[in-house]
């Protein structure tokens, strides 16, 4: 009796453990076809979109004007401790990079790099290299009165210093830059002067401008989206394509447009005056009130999209059942309908928010000075200035921040079971 | 079925050719646009390739080397000749961004004004950096510096160019600064905080332009009461029926250049392009489209009066002018515009 029990008892085990086996392997084959499917779309974003992103923040620390275009003297400079004066050779070993650089045509790119660690080394380099030009290569006594003579401050310790904080391979100055600090001349971390002390201002300025433009468009999207959602089949895709059209337009176009709305002389400011509302035109444009206006214009339809396809999901029936319990309509709309469209509130505040902080030519073409976001010296570093390490690192700091604000928004979602997915 | 498909995949085909042919021939050209772009069509750009058979494509930008720079790194330099500024054209020779200048192509140095021709670049026009305002908004303007500066005589707001260049030799010289005093001054630091404490003066009436179409269009919208502006721009804007009226008072005049990017693959049709329009014949009639200065001698004398005294080179415009030093701001260029930055963001 219990033998054929066991019995039974085994032979259900090992068909339960080959069922079990039986359901891993197909799951791995599941897994493995969703994997195939992926894949291509996987790798061309690791190829289109990781791997610059990558490259981008690998400029913000690289430093390879001084050490490929200078090599004997940040060979010399390796060693040195930077407490007193270098001896003469590496006078020496400097007039020859000098020399060599200026043929090769890579003189101004070290130039440039030593000037960002030293303010006014760029036209000492170049002049002392034209200088040095005139001349043949002589012994290191003679090369160090020759550059002395060009300039005092190759006698200086500070330009020895910057020379060699320069010459390293990598370097934390740019990203230290991107945060109002920099290397003091014995390579310990200090502020930067007030007057050149602008990013972390322009990155709370550019945190604000989004927040305030998130949630306009918050205020103003949800009457919208509500309306969308709950208005006659007819009238609904009327107004959907009065949402759509500006959608479709393409962004410059309509940033130009406002300008001309806006202006002195504008359309705005003339159906005012002829309406006698106003005697003096209105100062709409290159200032804060114009660069939130158009910006609301531009991110109030992926607010109403994102509220719109939550609030099209709602049944009536809750509001109804809620009514029918007793509530006011006001309260069932507080506590019925709203709690359920805040997925929805959610994903457009994000889209809205991400989208606002990197907007940068609309404040560029509307705002004034004073309102330019912080895509506007990146652009600046990477189109007018070719500092592309100091470009990317805003980059990386922008990276980050947004990376924290997703993290603390996930802790909420998660909290308030807000998940998107 | 299957002749359809041959048939387009030989229409394909064919056009892929014929479209490798026509970029391999067409010469890009880049300038800075507007009114002094189209100049250079009619008399430069149509002539050129009706007589040589080679198609222009053109292409416009605001200056800087950031673009070059980025082509020339990447080895895919799509633009041939560029229309570029002193300072920028000294940097990119420098950096090696610019073919060196093929004289024998271009003829003999001799003919051309000393100052406008260097290793990389061919004299194209020199322009002024000016001031301009409406006469039918101020019926009595401003003369001078120390009157664009005075916002009691003339309250309004002003227009300038968005950088440091230029604007430091104008706050220098609206304090007072003789204008051959104005570089020496720069070169210390006192003199940069002296120029820049003069523009926190004027910092709140400043509006900022990039592009030189923009000067003529406030003046003409009244969004400004003056402004700097490139002089041909002002120029250009009355012969359409404007009234705007060009100070030369404490002019910043230049010399732009041709140059040829390093790596372009028409290089030999980019020196026969700028040979064509540097020739005293061509060249001679570009003053009438657009009053700036050529860099050939004899067609500067044959420029006839009524066109020669809009130039920035007329000897009555050179009264307290200033030509802008290309070594200074290439030297200092870079410090300048970043504290320039840090200040006009505030």
């Given at each position: 009796?219990?033998?054929?029990s066991?019995?039974?008892?085994?032979?259900?085990?090992?068909?339960?453990?080959?069922?079990?086996?039986?359901?891993?392997?197909?799951?791995?084959?599941?897994?493995?076809?969703?994997?195939?499917?992926?894949?291509?779309?996987?790798?061309?974003?690791?190829?289109?979109?990781?791997t610059?992103?990558?490259?981008m923040?690998?400029?913000?620390?690289?430093?390879?004007?001084?050490?490929?275009?200078?090599?004997?003297t940040?060979?010399?400079?390796?060693?040195?401790?930077?407490?007193?004066?270098?001896?003469?050779?590496?006078?020496?070993?400097?007039?020859k990079?000098?020399?060599?650089?200026?043929?090769?045509?890579?003189?101004?790119?070290?130039?440039?790099?030593?000037?960002?660690?030293?303010?006014?080394?760029?036209?000492?380099i170049?002049?002392?290299?034209?200088?040095?030009n005139?001349?043949p290569?002589e012994?290191?006594?003679?090369?160090?009165g020759?550059?002395?003579?060009?300039h005092?401050r190759?006698?200086?310790?500070?330009?020895?210093?910057?020379?060699?904080?320069?010459?390293?391979?990598?370097?934390?100055?740019?990203?230290?830059?991107?945060?109002?600090?920099?290397?003091?001349?014995d390579?310990?971390?200090?502020k930067?002067?007030?007057?050149?002390?602008?990013?972390?201002?322009?990155f709370?300025?550019?945190?604000?401008?989004?927040?305030?433009?998130?949630?306009?468009?918050?205020?103003?999207?949800?009457?919208?989206?509500?309306?969308?959602?709950t208005?006659?089949?007819?009238?609904?895709?009327?107004?959907?394509?009065?949402?759509?059209?500006?959608?479709w337009?393409?962004?410059?176009?309509?940033?130009s447009a406002?300008?001309?709305?806006?202006?002195?002389n504008g359309?705005?400011n003339?159906?005012?005056?002829s309406?006698?509302?106003i005697?003096?035109?209105?100062?709409l444009?290159?200032?804060?009130?114009?660069?939130?206006?158009?910006?609301?214009?531009?991110?109030?339809?992926?607010?109403?999209?994102?509220?719109?396809?939550?609030?099209?999901?709602?049944?009536?029936?809750?509001?109804?059942?809620?009514?029918?319990?007793?509530?006011?309509?006001?309260?069932?709309?507080?506590?019925?309908?709203?709690?359920?469209?805040l997925?929805?509130?959610?994903?457009?505040?994000?889209?809205?928010?991400?989208?606002?902080?990197?907007?940068y030519?609309?404040?560029?073409?509307?705002?004034?000075?004073?309102?330019?976001?912080?895509?506007?010296?990146?652009?600046?570093y990477?189109?007018?200035?070719?500092n592309?390490g100091?470009?990317?690192?805003?980059?990386?700091?922008?990276l980050?921040?947004?990376?924290?604000?997703?993290?603390?928004y996930?802790?909420l979602?998660?909290?308030?079971?807000?998940?998107?997915? | 079925?299957?002749?359809?498909?041959?048939?387009?995949?030989?229409?394909?085909?064919?056009?892929?050719?014929?479209a490798?042919?026509?970029?391999?021939q067409?010469?890009?050209?880049?300038?800075?646009?507007?009114?002094?772009?189209?100049?250079?069509?009619?008399?430069?750009?149509k002539?050129?390739?009706?007589?040589?058979?080679?198609?222009?494509?053109?292409?416009?930008?605001?200056?800087?080397?950031?673009k070059?720079?980025?082509?020339?790194?990447?080895?895919?330099?799509?633009?041939?000749?560029?229309?570029?500024?002193?300072?920028?054209l000294?940097?990119?020779?420098?950096?090696?961004?610019?073919?060196?200048?093929?004289?024998?192509k271009?003829?003999?140095?001799?003919?051309y004004?000393?100052s406008?021709?260097?290793?990389?670049?061919?004299?194209?026009?020199?322009?002024?950096?000016?001031?301009?305002?409406?006469?039918?908004?101020?019926?009595?303007g401003?003369?001078?510096?120390?009157d664009?500066?005075?916002?009691?005589?003339y309250?309004?707001?002003?227009?300038?160019?968005?950088?440091?260049?230029?604007?430091?030799?104008?706050?220098?010289?609206?304090?007072?600064?003789k204008?051959?005093?104005?570089?020496?001054?720069?070169?210390?630091e006192?003199?940069?905080?002296?120029?820049?404490?003069?523009?926190?003066?004027?910092?709140?009436?400043?509006?900022?332009?990039?592009?030189?179409?923009?000067?003529?269009?406030?003046?003409?919208?009244?969004?400004v009461?003056?402004?700097?502006?490139?002089?041909?721009?002002?120029?250009?804007?009355?012969?359409?029926?404007?009234?705007?009226?060009?100070?030369?008072d404490?002019?910043?005049y230049?010399?732009?250049?041709?140059?040829v990017?390093?790596?372009?693959?028409?290089?030999?049709?980019?020196?026969?392009?700028?040979a064509?329009?540097?020739?005293?014949?061509?060249?001679?009639?570009?003053?009438a489209?657009?009053?700036?200065?050529?860099?050939?001698?004899?067609?500067?004398?044959?420029?006839?009066?009524?066109?020669?005294?809009?130039?920035?080179?007329?000897?009555d415009?050179l009264?307290?002018?200033?030509?802008?030093?290309?070594?200074?701001?290439?030297?200092?260029?870079?410090?300048?515009?970043?504290?320039?930055n840090?200040?006009?963001?505030?």
């Amino acid at each position: 009796m219990t033998s054929l029990s066991t019995n039974v008892e085994l032979q259900g085990l090992t068909e339960e453990k080959s069922l079990k086996s039986k359901l891993r392997r197909s799951q791995r084959k599941q897994k493995f076809k969703a994997i195939c499917l992926v894949a291509p779309l996987f790798l061309f974003v690791l190829g289109v979109f990781v791997t610059p992103i990558c490259i981008m923040l690998f400029k913000s620390i690289d430093n390879p004007e001084v050490h490929k275009n200078w090599p004997e003297t940040t060979a010399i400079l390796s060693d040195w401790k930077g407490t007193e004066l270098p001896p003469a050779s590496f006078y020496l070993a400097l007039s020859k990079d000098l020399r060599n650089s200026s043929e090769n045509k890579t003189l101004s790119a070290a130039a440039k790099r030593i000037n960002f660690e030293r303010s006014g080394m760029r036209s000492v380099i170049t002049r002392t290299a034209r200088n040095l030009n005139k001349t043949p290569l002589e012994s290191a006594e003679k090369e160090a009165g020759k550059l002395l003579e060009s300039h005092k401050r190759w006698g200086e310790l500070a330009t020895w210093q910057a020379i060699k904080r320069s010459s390293s391979p990598y370097t934390s100055l740019y990203l230290l830059n991107a945060i109002d600090l920099t290397l003091d001349n014995d390579g310990s971390i200090a502020k930067v002067s007030e007057d050149q002390a602008i990013y972390l201002n322009i990155f709370g300025r550019t945190l604000w401008i989004s927040l305030v433009v998130t949630l306009s468009c918050l205020v103003i999207g949800y009457p919208l989206a509500y309306l969308l959602a709950t208005a006659k089949a007819s009238l609904a895709n009327m107004l959907m394509i009065g949402v759509l059209l500006p959608f479709w337009t393409s962004l410059l176009v309509r940033t130009s447009a406002w300008v001309v709305l806006l202006q002195k002389n504008g359309l705005i400011n003339d159906m005012l005056i002829s309406m006698k509302l106003i005697d003096e035109p209105l100062v709409l444009l290159f200032n804060r009130p114009g660069v939130y206006l158009a910006l609301i214009h531009l991110l109030l339809p992926f607010m109403i999209l994102s509220l719109y396809s939550v609030m099209k999901s709602i049944s009536p029936a809750y509001m109804r059942a809620a009514i029918s319990l007793g509530a006011r309509p006001s309260l069932a709309f507080v506590k019925v309908y709203m709690p359920q469209t805040l997925p929805g509130v959610a994903a457009g505040g994000l889209l809205c928010f991400i989208l606002s902080i990197g907007y940068y030519i609309t404040p560029a073409l509307i705002g004034s000075p004073q309102d330019q976001m912080i895509s506007y010296f990146i652009a600046y570093y990477t189109n007018q200035v070719i500092n592309w390490g100091m470009a990317a690192a805003l980059g990386v700091v922008l990276l980050v921040c947004c990376a924290l604000l997703f993290a603390i928004y996930n802790r909420l979602a998660n909290k308030h079971d807000l998940k998107m997915g | 079925m299957k002749a359809i498909r041959t048939a387009l995949f030989s229409a394909i085909t064919g056009g892929l050719l014929a479209a490798q042919v026509a970029s391999a021939q067409s010469l890009t050209v880049v300038a800075f646009g507007g009114a002094s772009q189209e100049a250079q069509r009619t008399v430069f750009f149509k002539p050129f390739s009706a007589t040589s058979g080679n198609q222009i494509v053109e292409d416009s930008y605001n200056g800087g080397l950031a673009k070059v720079k980025a082509m020339v790194d990447s080895n895919s330099v799509t633009w041939d000749v560029l229309q570029v500024e002193d300072p920028d054209l000294l940097r990119g020779c420098e950096s090696g961004l610019f073919e060196k200048m093929d004289w024998n192509k271009l003829g003999d140095k001799g003919q051309y004004i000393e100052s406008t021709i260097s290793e990389c670049g061919m004299g194209h026009i020199i322009w002024s950096n000016v001031i301009a305002y409406n006469r039918d908004s101020l019926k009595t303007g401003p003369k001078n510096w120390q009157d664009f500066w005075d916002v009691n005589k003339y309250p309004g707001k002003r227009g300038l160019r968005k950088g440091a260049k230029g604007n430091l030799e104008f706050a220098l010289l609206a304090d007072g600064v003789k204008p051959d005093e104005v570089y020496s001054l720069l070169e210390t630091e006192e003199g940069v905080n002296r120029a820049f404490a003069k523009l926190d003066e004027l910092k709140p009436y400043i509006q900022w332009w990039e592009a030189g179409a923009q000067p003529p269009e406030w003046l003409a919208s009244g969004d400004v009461v003056m402004t700097t502006a490139y002089n041909g721009r002002i120029t250009n804007a009355n012969k359409e029926g404007k009234n705007f009226q060009v100070v030369w008072d404490g002019q910043l005049y230049s010399v732009d250049s041709w140059a040829v990017i390093k790596g372009s693959k028409n290089k030999d049709k980019a020196f026969d392009f700028i040979a064509y329009a540097s020739s005293a014949k061509v060249a001679s009639q570009y003053p009438a489209h657009i009053p700036y200065g050529v860099a050939h001698k004899e067609a500067t004398q044959a420029i006839p009066e009524k066109i020669a005294k809009d130039l920035p080179t007329y000897p009555d415009n050179l009264k307290n002018a200033l030509r802008e030093d290309t070594a200074f701001w290439v030297d200092y260029q870079d410090e300048l515009n970043e504290r320039f930055n840090a200040w006009v963001a505030r």
